[in-house]
């Protein structure tokens, strides 16, 4: 499968929000904007678009909501293709039965059947795969459950990335 993620990525960086004072915290002091904050995590695609206004404390506590954000979306970014930091993300089950990676560009998914039959199931933890060959067709359908997440956390990432779109008089 080819992927279909497109990526809104500008030659140069894009920097939103007024320097050197918080949006979240009202810190001014520029001592505390030392590292650069991502608007939108970079494992969203983004690579080109940045906050002044979110100081290195902040920053810091939203690294962790948007980790539970990152756990809860792993499957999906990587059957969609959507490149992280350094490279497109990849699945791999905990018994190595399944995997999905990119070879690349496209996404080839590995499903070792060992002497499976037809109609069987080949579980892992986090992971079921339900095996139904057709007559000229070989299909599976699987069904996974997400890595653990904190919900609350889910939350506040995502009011986070709002808020940080929002300019800062609404």
């Known amino acids: 499968y080819e992927s279909s993620a497109k990526y809104y990525e500008w030659e140069e960086k894009v920097f939103i929000g007024e320097k050197n004072k918080c949006r979240f915290c009202s810190e001014i002091n520029p001592l505390k904007f030392i590292h650069i904050a991502h608007t939108c995590p970079e494992f969203t695609g983004n690579k080109s678009i940045f906050s002044n206004d979110e100081c290195d404390t902040c920053n810091s506590i939203f690294s962790k909501y948007e980790t539970e954000?990152?756990?809860?979306?792993?499957?999906?970014?990587?059957l969609i293709g959507i490149k992280g930091k350094n490279k497109l993300p990849s699945f791999i089950s905990?018994?190595?039965?399944?995997?999905?990676?990119?070879?690349?560009?496209?996404?080839?998914?590995?499903?070792?059947l060992d002497k499976k039959k037809n109609g069987s199931t080949l579980q892992d933890e986090g992971?079921?795969?339900?095996?139904?060959?057709?007559?000229?067709?070989?299909?599976?359908?699987?069904?996974?459950?997400?890595?653990?997440?904190i919900p609350l956390f889910l939350f506040k990432a995502l009011n986070k990335i709002g808020f940080s779109i929002m300019p800062q008089c609404e």
């Open 94 to 112: 905990n018994n190595q039965s399944v995997s999905f990676k990119y070879d690349e560009k496209k996404l080839v998914a590995h499903v070792n």
């Open 69 to 78: 954000l990152s756990n809860h979306s792993h499957f999906m970014r990587t």
């Open 127 to 149: 992971l079921t795969i339900n095996l139904d060959f057709q007559k000229n067709e070989q299909a599976f359908d699987f069904k996974f459950k997400k890595k653990k997440h």
